[in-house]
């Protein structure tokens, strides 16, 4: 396990390097403030309780877009400095105000267009298509999003029959639901082939958009592209060590026998209810990923390691990977950078966000990839 950590590690430094390199293009070309243009007039109606055109609201969009887009280099520090421009208009600072948890919780529940990590660890794992799980991925984290939302919207009274809240969701819902419509109608043999072209052609036109973008506003896009496939070289080498005892960890505890004992027991109740129990061997990916990212990603690539990248397992481990983000380290960091210690509904929230996301996740699963 050690080794294999290794070697995926050093394997991925050239995809992430490429990647990084395109989406600092993206970031340098604007696409993160367009988003954030396009997104701000829900995310006003979502934060209520913040003082209009508080400066909070500029680094809650930029966030929120460079999550959707898979920086986390550049959502992390947008992260906390939206966190810390709440906080100023927060009376009780010992306590998490509704605009902080409205924000934890859409954080956590992790919106992504572009599951870049995923992608690449799929290839390099040796996935004949390793952006098939690309429309699954959002799928699964649009009903994680959405689930944190309006459970966040009702305990804290915000109304969502708002003619623009009605028309940002109606229209995200509307689309979605559409994906799901269409590929339920498909031919079981049509459907992998069909969602993987989608999903290729997706990627291709936004890399195309990036581009065009960068040269529209006059960027140097060779420059952009190496400071960008620096940082993807830096985090390739920088998770070595993550990499490896996560991975070394969990095969001590594999050999152990707990986990073997755990999925059993779940696999044993739903074949007595009569539900088919494939989907129990990517379970570990759930119960890590609210706890940690790298655990999660370990089990990912233990599932795709032990039962192939294109095996069903595999697809939904990945498919579980990509759904939402890691509840409770967000929590700690985003909460802890500020002196918060009372998170009222925000563990709530956003584990229900979770749940709403795996579960999202086995059904997809089961209509795109048996």
Request: net charge positive; glycine share 10%; with cysteine.
């Amino acid at each position: 396990n050690a080794k294999t950590g290794f070697e995926i590690s050093l394997g991925l430094t050239g995809a992430l390097t490429l990647w990084m390199g395109l989406l600092k293009i993206g970031e340098k070309g604007g696409v993160v403030a367009i988003l954030g243009k396009l997104m701000g007039p829900l995310f006003r109606k979502l934060f209520p309780g913040l003082p209009k055109d508080h400066p909070a609201y500029g680094s809650i969009m930029l966030n929120i877009s460079a999550n959707m887009l898979g920086l986390d280099n550049a959502a992390t520090p947008m992260g906390l400095k939206a966190m810390k421009e709440m906080q100023e208009v927060n009376p009780d600072k010992d306590t998490a105000s509704n605009a902080q948890i409205m924000f934890m919780v859409l954080n956590a529940a992790g919106l992504t267009i572009i599951p870049v990590s995923i992608i690449v660890y799929r290839a390099q794992l040796g996935a004949a298509n390793p952006a098939d799980v690309f429309i699954p991925i959002l799928i699964s984290t649009f009903a994680a999003s959405l689930t944190g939302m309006i459970s966040v919207a009702l305990v804290q009274g915000i109304n969502l029959l708002d003619r623009i809240v009605l028309a940002y969701l109606g229209g995200l819902t509307a689309i979605v639901a559409g994906i799901i419509f269409y590929f339920s109608r498909l031919p079981k043999e049509e459907i992998s082939s069909i969602s993987t072209f989608a999903a290729n052609f997706t990627l291709v036109l936004i890399i195309v958009i990036f581009i065009v973008l960068a040269f529209i506003k006059k960027v140097n896009v060779y420059d952009a592209f190496i400071e960008g496939a620096k940082e993807g070289f830096n985090t390739a080498i920088r998770i070595i060590p993550f990499l490896v005892a996560i991975l070394v960890a969990i095969g001590v505890f594999r050999a152990s026998g707990a986990m073997d004992f755990i999925i059993s027991g779940i696999s044993a109740f739903f074949a007595w209810l009569g539900v088919d129990t494939k989907f129990t061997a990517a379970l570990p990916v759930a119960f890590m990923k609210p706890l940690s990212g790298s655990g999660a990603r370990g089990l990912m690539i233990d599932a795709m390691r032990t039962s192939g990248a294109d095996s069903f397992v595999g697809r939904l481990a990945c498919t579980m990977q990509g759904t939402t983000d890691t509840t409770f380290y967000i929590i700690a960091v985003y909460f802890g950078s500020v002196g918060i210690k009372n998170t009222r509904h925000a563990v709530g929230c956003g584990l229900l966000a979770d749940l709403a996301g795996f579960t999202t996740a086995i059904f997809i699963s089961y209509l795109f990839y048996t």
